[in-house]
């Protein structure tokens, strides 16, 4: 795409619109996404490593509070998430090593505690980076599969500011 397409994805976002990036192997090259007017939107840099191993998607302890992700994993009380188990989801093969930039929110991680879902603001919108092309593997169930559907839903909800899903929230 043309240098003036990302700029004015980058113009919308920042302007109240939402981004998600699911990040496959281009986005660790020379000729990734974040080599482009985009950047100042993204999350997270790429580090060019590619790590191409089966993990099974973590939610981090952030995560655990965040309306994005908690309760994904099935746990319900601070006991049920205080416990070291992961959830039985199905494993993915491919992650895309990024560095968070500062202030933004690392929700999952992936292969050695590396960051899978880094959430972020940019002027008035939201950006959601999800750094493996994989999450597909949930839905056809492999090895059990995950809740893929109920990720991607909470993900793009957040993005467009729903309320329920705002981390400040407050019901009474």
């Known amino acids: 795409l043309p240098a003036s397409y990302f700029d004015n994805i980058r113009a919308y976002v920042e302007q109240g619109g939402a981004l998600l990036i699911a990040a496959g192997p281009d986005f660790a090259s020379a000729q990734s996404i974040y080599r482009s007017p985009l950047a100042p939107a993204i999350p997270g840099e790429p580090t060019s490593q590619v790590f191409e191993t089966g993990f099974r998607p973590e939610i981090t302890d952030l995560g655990r509070r965040h309306p994005v992700t908690q309760g994904l ?9 205080a416990d070291p188990a992961d959830p039985a989801w199905g494993r993915w093969f491919r992650l895309i090593d990024v560095a968070p930039k500062p202030d933004t929110e690392t929700v999952m991680q992936g292969v050695e505690g590396k960051p899978l879902l880094v959430l972020d603001r940019m002027g008035e919108g939201r950006v959601a980076l999800l750094t493996s092309d994989q999450v597909w593997l949930w ?7 995950g809740p893929q559907a109920e990720l991607l839903r909470r993900v793009a909800h957040w993005s467009m500011k729903e309320p329920d899903l705002e981390e400040e929230s407050l019901q009474v």
């Not at 839905?139 to 599969?145: M, S, V, Y």
């Open 73 to 81: 994993d099935g746990r319900t009380t601070a006991e049920e998430a």
């Open 139 to 145: 839905a056809r169930g492999f090895e059990g599969g």
